[in-house]
């Protein structure tokens, strides 16, 4: 069954701090995998969007890895603002026996910048 | 360009009312999905259409109606809301069901008591 697994569920760090979420999954056969941002009480918004031949890809402080061969993903946040207070959700995306394109999400991690 | 937007953006329904959550993009996009987000789990695809007058179910369509007249609107119909479908709604838009990147709407929190 194809799964997104992230960790860890939530984390708390303090403002300036660095810090990284990682994201496992089970999705085949793999087309990309993409990183969004989720606000309280907002939709996702895109952070960076990887292709099996990409394993790393930046977005401002954000820097996204992927290692196709081990099925993980990790998002590095640098110099943490408390605008960075928000659900961090990894999406999977397969290719389907009838050949479109299908997305399977993580659950999230959930980061609390504290002052 | 407002992007996706969806209204309303909260609704309290009484077991068994019907009701239609609105969905609108004003990118030109083919692409739009609905969506939910219950806690603990992923999104779930609840349908999809690749264009006007197509449409196609995700993964759990039962108990929800779509309908793709325009480019621009996607309703979401729920013909006899259950408590199980207590949960915040995202419309999603892209500019074909092969591009990355998709845009989320505010969402809808639907509580159904």
């Known amino acids: 069954k194809n799964q997104v697994e992230q960790s860890p569920q939530s984390l708390i760090i303090l403002e300036g701090k660095n810090c990284t979420l990682q994201?496992?999954?089970?999705?085949?056969?793999?087309?990309?995998l993409r990183w969004y941002k989720q606000d309280t009480g907002r939709g996702p918004v895109s952070l960076t969007i990887?292709?099996?031949?990409?394993n790393t890809k930046s977005n401002g402080r954000y820097t996204a890895t992927l290692d196709a061969d081990t099925k993980q993903s990790s998002l590095h946040i640098t110099a943490s603002q408390l605008s960075d207070s928000a659900s961090y959700i990894c999406v999977v995306s397969f290719i389907s026996n009838f050949g479109n394109e299908k997305l399977t999400f993580g659950t999230g991690t959930r980061l609390t910048i504290i002052p | 360009n407002a992007g996706v937007t969806q209204t309303p953006k909260f609704q309290v329904l009484k077991t068994g009312q019907s009701m239609t959550l609105q969905c609108a993009q004003d990118?030109?996009?083919?692409?739009m999905s609905w969506y939910r987000q219950d806690p603990g789990m992923g999104l779930r695809l609840i349908h999809y259409?690749?264009?006007?007058?197509?449409?196609d179910q995700g993964e759990v369509p039962n108990g929800y109606n779509v309908s793709r007249s325009t480019t621009e609107d996607f309703p979401l119909r729920l013909l006899s809301a259950a408590p199980s479908q207590t949960s915040v709604y995202f419309c999603?838009?892209?500019?074909?069901?092969?591009?990355?990147?998709?845009?989320f709407g505010p969402g809808t929190r639907l509580t159904v008591t």
């Open positions: 990118m030109n996009h083919e692409y």
């Open positions: 259409s690749v264009g006007a007058g197509i449409t």
């Open positions: 990887m292709t099996f031949s990409e």
């Open positions: 994201c496992n999954y089970t999705v085949s056969p793999f087309s990309n």
């Open positions: 999603a838009s892209s500019p074909n069901q092969a591009a990355y990147e998709q845009y």
